[in-house]
């Protein structure tokens, strides 16, 4: 079985310059290429540069997860503002870019200019169990649904208050709220990198009990709570 998480950029970055990248360095290839160049120092593979409270948790998960079942027991991508769709592998430097900041149409209209929702489509189309950790700003930019196999399935992990987001697209997806009671039970207070955390746990399930967890997961998608629950 094929498993992908995709997760969300970050605005703590592994490298601090004064001059990190902006949007309008995105704007044209040449500029983004030379402000490209004068960063050279602080470059990094996508999965390094983050450093954010929700990816720090998940790449301690996917370590400990790799170790024991291979490094290509899961593929990880990153949706950046700046960049768009990042293997993990993508080399990329510092920049300053956020779709936190955007309204619904500046939102819609940067996806598109990303080509977001093509190329995840085209990405996931090639796997059979999908996580989605990522806001709901970083959802609509997506703008889903998704044309892929019925053999895909896509699980995002979401905040109750994002719920509403999804509602269109129930029958598509499968969202699994991980906050509010979830928090509550797993003694935990803060939500900002709690999508890291469930991940995180599920790893450290997976690492003890075997793939198959991975299996019970896809045939049924809301058992990745009590899964986590009975760690």
Do not use: W
Not at 51 to 76: C, F, N, S, T, W
Not at 85 to 110: A, M
Not at 183 to 208: H, P, Q, S, W
């Amino acid at each position: 079985m094929r498993i992908l998480v995709i997760t969300s950029c970050t605005s703590e970055k592994k490298h601090k310059t004064l001059n990190q990248l902006k949007y309008d360095d995105f704007a044209c290839s040449e500029r983004l290429r030379k402000r490209t160049a004068e960063l050279s120092n602080f470059k990094a593979p996508a999965a390094e540069m983050y450093a954010g409270r929700q990816h720090r948790p998940l790449m301690e998960g996917l370590k400990r997860l790799r170790e024991i079942y291979g490094p290509d027991v899961v593929d990880l991508y990153i949706i950046s503002a700046g960049y768009g769709l990042l293997s993990e592998e993508d080399i990329i430097v510092p920049y300053n870019v956020s779709f936190s900041e955007l309204k619904k149409g500046e939102l819609l209209e940067r996806g598109n200019s990303l080509k977001l929702h093509q190329k995840v489509t085209s990405l996931i189309s090639e796997y059979d169990l999908v996580f989605f950790l990522l806001s709901r700003e970083y959802v609509q930019a997506l703008q889903l649904c998704f044309e892929v196999p019925d053999t895909v399935t896509q699980i995002f992990l979401t905040a109750p208050s994002s719920k509403y987001v999804f509602s269109s697209f129930l029958s598509d997806i499968h969202v699994v709220c991980t906050g509010g009671d979830l928090m509550g039970k797993l003694d935990y207070a803060t939500r900002y990198n709690f999508k890291g955390i469930v991940f995180k746990r599920l790893c450290e399930v997976i690492c003890r009990d075997g793939l198959q967890v991975f299996e019970q997961i896809r045939e049924n998608p809301q058992m990745l709570v009590e899964i986590i629950l009975n760690q």
